[in-house]
């Protein structure tokens, strides 16, 4: 099994930045794709950023320059650099992983619990 667990989300003002962190946990061998998307109430939770094992990464438009994933693979964790934050960036941030393999099993795709950020304006 194969556990995510973000942090570092909160409350900043507009203009200000923010760090998420994600843990994968477990007897990990490797893990294709981790991401970070979010949700709003009432849409449909939404990409933000990718980034391969190999390091290639791809934003959302709205993000991109603004927004840094990046990834330690010897300590299975995954962080989103926020910057430049706007009201309209205000979400639960959700982590994931893809194609991973664990424990002698493989997993197609797992979701933390998500952590909440929100942007004042």
């Known amino acids: 099994q194969v556990r995510l667990v973000e942090s570092g989300g909160g409350l900043v003002q507009a203009g200000g930045s923010l760090r998420l962190s994600c843990a994968a946990s477990?007897?990990?061998?490797?893990?294709?794709?981790m991401a970070w998307y979010r949700q709003v109430p009432g849409k449909q939770r939404e990409l933000v950023a990718s980034?391969?094992?190999?390091?290639?990464?791809n934003y959302a438009t709205p993000v991109e320059d603004r927004f840094t994933i990046s990834r330690d693979n010897l300590k299975n964790m995954v962080y989103l650099q926020m910057r430049s934050l706007k009201p309209e960036d205000t979400a639960v941030y959700y982590c994931?992983?893809?194609?991973?393999?664990?424990?002698?099993?493989?997993?197609?795709?797992?979701w933390g619990q998500g952590t909440q950020v929100t942007v004042s304006s």
């Open positions: 994931r992983a893809e194609d991973t393999v664990s424990g002698g099993r493989y997993y197609a795709g797992g």
């Open positions: 477990g007897i990990i061998v490797t893990i294709n794709t």
């Open positions: 980034i391969l094992g190999a390091g290639r990464t």
